[in-house]
Every structure is written in structure tokens, then in C-alpha cells.
């Protein structure tokens, strides 16, 4: 949710830096800054709005040609304002480490490194006057600074793990910002004698309509009359120039066909945005209250629609094989309407990327009518009903989801409903230290192989392609991965009308084995897990009655492509965490599907984005 501005010109660039800021404020943040160069390093932060920041801009006289701004969310470090970027930095050599250094940066993501980094950055002398993972990559740029900018950073990007989006500017070098993109999105703006960047086109509304979408792992140069690209490989590229014009779809879509495909390669960024500010495992990350509320309940209940209940049934399994509750999933239009058992000891969690969802408010209210007041909520939407009505919250940050059917805000919910996992683990004395660091660490790797995931879209193509004519797919997980099964199914018949079931594969002999032939494709999703044999077992069950195979397959699960059967590789094994990459891989087939039989992806037929009536 994290915004970024910056600019190189030779007029005051800091209206046009804070009203970028103005532009991304719909990200939600809870602090936000602007450096400039004026005769050295001049800053201005806020925990307050952005208008706030404006007054004290007029007020302080911040001006000049090139800078930068941020608006953040709280990350590494509360939401104060030592935590505010930019960040400076505070050098061994510098008398102050409160006063401003040569180097200015902002920073969108998550470093996943930054302990080590700070570690080493510390012995070699540089102070550190925050907990952010930032300040690390702008003591890690000032360390390798041999007078060329561009050269330091392109030094430092190999040392930094994890997702980022920055942009850097140094005293030495007034007329100068270089940014790079890793996980996080980035584009630039191209002006008259100046150029710019944003972490969205929309923050350059009426500045510039020639936007260039810098691509994973793009540096870029930005000087008064001339920018330059290097890829990831340090070659030197040409990026196409695309007119943009203000709030239209295009500034919106970038490089994208249509809004899903792009919601489905910012899930990186999403879940880097979800994650931040989660530096160990504690209750109070849902609020305050919430220490007392785990101690008083001994089950949950979970009420969702849609694929929010799929992300819902996942959590179940999470919820009783690692904190050891007993767990129900509803239907929230179902379980509105039926005769249940209420236990005032149930943690009532719901799940909706609205939050104005009808069906789950309903829900809500009628367990509460029951007695049963220990509520929480996994919401989009900060602002929703949802999250007023319930006593607990946890947000995540997809930011705005526009496609119908839904991506990003399924991943994002995965990843809070497996931090509530932990941390009632936690409030239960069933999660150690060791542990707790383990699935951190493992979070923190996400966004990262996220974007390895989505490196496999070339074979789900070629998948589509025999997809695209058929009728008629069966979805088949085991586990963990049978609600990953289910929204595969979901995805399919959302956009692409395609009749798709999903089902436990060892329910296959019990009747769907009847519709096997070789005009049903056959997906499954097979992780290198506890039941990948019997998977194995049930896959050469749809094999003996000609069915054809199409498998997700770990890299040591040993399954071979072969006649009638198809196998995509995902890159690593991530244990607990698998559900979140295999269900990219079926996003992705569902997408390309959808495009090869023309339908119109983003607004499916009889559906709406968001369901508010009943």
C-alpha cells in the first residue's frame, strides 16, 4: 500500500511530489514524507495526512528540482516518525546521525536480509536512527558510493533479499534519482528537460501522460533531458514510451490486458504489503483486546462466500494441525438460515475482500444474536462495515481489486488467516521459538517465490491451449491443497464458462471417476507431501480410464510427464505455505483459458464485483 513519487527537474518539483502523494492516498498509509535537494538534504514527515505534510512544506520552505516522497504503511518499526521515509543516510564519518547524510531513499517492500545487513553496516560504523528495513539499503548504498550513483546502487541490488520498488537521490549528485524494481511495481515518467517516478502512473496525473512501466529487476537513471534502463542482466534496454492519460483504464492496466492478469502478477506485492510490519508473532496484531480474546475461546468458526470461504476452508486446516483448534467453515448464506449450536467460547471469524459482503454481515449478526460476541474479521477494506462491526481485524493489502474474479485478495487473505493461525498457536503454548522464526522466515520468502511462480505462465499457455476447447474439467487435491483444488475449479467457470468440479481425489471411485474420458481434463494439484503416494494412486486411477492429467507437481515428487500425462514443475516446496503458490499456477490456467475462448475476463457474465444484496 506503500506510495512512491520522485522527480528530477529544473523547476520546484515538491508540489508536484506531495500532490503525487495525494494521488496514492487511497492505498491508505499512516505516515508520509518528502526530501529534496536545496543546497544539501532537506526532509519533511508526517504521521498525519498528506495535507498536513503540505503545511509544513509552505511552512519549513522545502523546495527544489529533484526529490523524492512516500507514503507508508507501518513496517518494520511503529508508525512514528523516526520511521518515516525518506530515510537518510549516517555515515562513520558523519558528525550527527540525527542530521541528514548524502543519500535519500524511499523504499517500497520488504528486505528480507535487513537484520544481516544491519548487522555488518553497524560494524563498519553507520548509525541507524530507526527499526526500518530501509535505512539498511540507504547506509547499504552510501557504503558502496565511489562517486556515481547509479554504480552504488547497481551494487547494492544484489545484496538485498526480498521485494522492492526505490528511489534514491545523492547530495554529491543533484540532478540526479535512480530506481529499481524487484517484486514491486515502478514506473516512470518521461517530461520536458525532467523526468519522474512513481510507484503508480495515477500519482503523475496531469504532471506527464508518457509513461514507461519498468519490468522485474529494471534500473533506471533519471537526469534532466535523459534517462537510461539497465534488465536484470545489467544490458542496457529501450522500454516503450505509452501515452497515459489522466485517470484513464490505461493508467490503471499498464502493460496488462486486462485488470485480472495484472491482480495476478501484483500478488507479490500484495502479500509484501499484507506482511509488513509483522516482525514476530503476537496477538495484538489483530487489535487491541486481542491477548484477551484468544485466552477466552477454545474454537473458531468461520463464516465466508465465495472464495473467500475457499481461503476459509484452507485455514482450517492450518487452525487444527498447528493450533490445535477445533474449526468450522460455513457458508455464510447457509449457515444464516439453518438451526446451529452456539458456543459463547467461538472466535467468529469472517472473510470478505469488500467487507460489504451481504451474505457474511447477515452471517455475523446472527451469531452475535446467538451470543457469540468474540468476533474478528480477515477485510480489504479498513474502512467497511465488516471491519466496524467486528471487534477484531486484521487488514490485508491487496489494495483495489478490480477484476471479478478474484486473485490477489485470496492470496492476501491466506496470508492473514495463517498469521491468526500462529499467533493462536501462540496465545495456546503451542507455537515455540524456533518455530515462530521458521514461519516468519518462510513469509518473508513469499513475495519472492511468488514471483518464481508466475515465471511458469509460457506452460500454463500452453496448457490453455488444449483447455480451451473443452467442455467439461475436473479439479482433484488432497489435504491441505483440496480447497486449492476448489478455487482452481472456481477460477475456470468464472471466466472462462467452462463446467469445472473439484473433488478430494480419494472421493474419485465413490462416482466422479464415471465422467473420466479423454475429453475432461484432469488438473492436480501434488505437492511433496504426507499423501502425495496415495495422490500418485488415485492419478493412475483417471490414467487406466483414458483421462488425461494435467499435474502441478513439486520438483522432487517424482511424477514424470508422460503420454496423458502433463507436468509443470513449481520452483521449490513451501510446506504449510504451498497453498499460496500452488493456487497461482490455476489462476493463471483460468485466465488464459478465458482469452483463448474470448470471453470478457474482468466482467464475467451474471456476476458482480462485490456482492452487497442478497
Known amino acids: 500500500m506503500c506510495g512512491i513519487v520522485g522527480a528530477v527537474s529544473t523547476r520546484n518539483i515538491v508540489p508536484i511530489l506531495v500532490q503525487g502523494l495525494q494521488r496514492l492516498e487511497y492505498r491508505g498509509y499512516d505516515s508520509c514524507g518528502v526530501a529534496v535537494y536545496d543546497e544539501g538534504l532537506k526532509r519533511a514527515r508526517s504521521t498525519a495526512r498528506v495535507a498536513e505534510l ?13 526529490g523524492i516522497a512516500h507514503t507508508r504503511w507501518a513496517t ?5 516518525l523516526h520511521n518515516a521515509h525518506p530515510h537518510f543516510s549516517h555515515g562513520p564519518g558523519e558528525s550527527s546521525a540525527n542530521g541528514p547524510g548524502r543519500i535519500a531513499l524511499v ?13 555488518a553496516l553497524k560494524a563498519r560504523g553507520y548509525r541507524f536512527t530507526s527499526q526500518t528495513d530501509t535505512e539498511v539499503i540507504a547506509h547499504l548504498v552510501d557504503s558502496l558510493y565511489d562517486g556515481d550513483l547509479f554504480e552504488a546502487v547497481k551494487a547494492a541490488l544484489p545484496q538485498l533479499h526480498g521485494a522492492y520498488a526505490i528511489a534514491v537521490f545523492c547530495k554529491d549528485e543533484p540532478h540526479r534519482v535512480v530506481g529499481a524494481r524487484a517484486g514491486s511495481p515502478l514506473v516512470l515518467g518521461v517530461g520536458k528537460d525532467e523526468n519522474f517516478l512513481a510507484s503508480d502512473a495515477m500519482a503523475l496525473a496531469g504532471v506527464t501522460d508518457q509513461i514507461v512501466y519498468l519490468e522485474e529487476g529494471d534500473l533506471v537513471d533519471l537526469q534532466l533531458g535523459r534517462y537510461w534502463i539497465l534488465d536484470r542482466t545489467h544490458k542496457q534496454v529501450e522500454r516503450p514510451v505509452k501515452t497515459v492519460h489522466a485517470h484513464s483504464g490505461a493508467a490503471e492496466l499498464g502493460p496488462y490486458r486486462h485488470y485480472m492478469q495484472k491482480e495476478i502478477f501484483e500478488q507479490p506485492r500484495a502479500i509484501g504489503d499484507t506482511l509488513e510490519g509483522v516482525h514476530n508473532i503476537m496477538p495484538e496484531l489483530f487489535g487491541d483486546g486481542a491477548h484477551a480474546v484468544f485466552k477466552e475461546i477454545d474454537r473458531v468458526l468461520i463464516l465466508a462466500c465465495g472464495t473467500s470461504y475457499y481461503s476459509g476452508c484452507t485455514a482450517k486446516y492450518w487452525l487444527e494441525s498447528i493450533a490445535k ?40 449478526r446472527h451469531a452475535q444474536g446467538m451470543g457469540m460476541q468474540h468476533t474478528l474479521t480477515v477485510c480489504n477494506v479498513a474502512t467497511s462495515a465488516m471491519v466496524r462491526e467486528c471487534k477484531l481485524a486484521y487488514i490485508t493489502r491487496a489494495g483495489v481489486e478490480i477484476g471479478v474474479a478474484s486473485t490477489k485478495a485470496f492470496t492476501t487473505q491466506l496470508a492473514g488467516l495463517f498469521l491468526l493461525t500462529l499467533a493462536l498457536a501462540q496465545s495456546r503454548g503451542r507455537l515455540t521459538e524456533s518455530q515462530e522464526a521458521m514461519h516468519l522466515k518462510a513469509m518473508r520468502h513469499l513475495p519472492a ?15 490453455s491451449e488444449d483447455f480451451a476447447s473443452k467442455e467439461h474439467a475436473l479439479f482433484l487435491g488432497r489435504g491441505l491443497h483440496y480447497p486449492i483444488a476448489l478455487e482452481g475449479a472456481l477460477k475456470l467457470k468464472e471466466i472462462s464458462y467452462i463446467h469445472a468440479e473439484a473433488y478430494p481425489a480419494g472421493e474419485l471411485k465413490h462416482g466422479p471417476l464415471a465422467l473420466v474420458t479423454d475429453q475432461m481434463p484432469v488438473v492436480t494439484v501434488a505437492p511433496n507431501d504426507t499423501l502425495l503416494e496415495k495422490l500418485k494412486s488415485n492419478m493412475q486411477e483417471v490414467r487406466a480410464r483414458g483421462g488425461v492429467l494435467y499435474v502441478l507437481a513439486d520438483a522432487d515428487s517424482r511424477i514424470e510427464s508422460s503420454e496423458g500425462i502433463h507436468v509443470i514443475r513449481m520452483p521449490e516446496h513451501y510446506g504449510a505455505l504451498s497453498p499460496l503458490l500452488h493456487v497461482v499456477p490455476l489462476q493463471l490456467l483460468a485466465y488464459h483459458t478465458a482469452l483463448a475462448r474470448g470471453t470478457d475476463v474482468d466482467k464475467p457474465r451474471n456476476l458482480a464485483k462485490s456482492v452487497t444484496v442478497e
Open 325 to 364: 483448534i477445533p474449526t468450522q467453515v460455513e457458508i455464510a448464506s447457509e449457515y444464516r438460515y439453518r438451526e446451529s449450536v452456539p458456543d459463547p467460547r467461538t472466535l467468529v471469524v469472517t472473510i470478505t475482500q469488500s467487507g460489504e459482503t451481504a451474505d457474511t454481515l447477515a452471517a455475523l
Open 54 to 66: 503540505m503545511d509544513q512544506v509552505a511552512t519549513d520552505h522545502i523546495q527544489g528540482g529533484t
Open 107 to 119: 523504499h517500497n517492500g520488504i528486505i528480507e536480509n535487513h537484520d544481516e545487513l544491519r548487522a
Open 76 to 80: 518494520h518499526g511503529a508508525p512514528a
Open 449 to 463: 517465490a511468488l514471483s518464481a511462480v508466475l515465471a511458469l505462465e509460457p506452460q500454463i499457455i500452453s496448457w
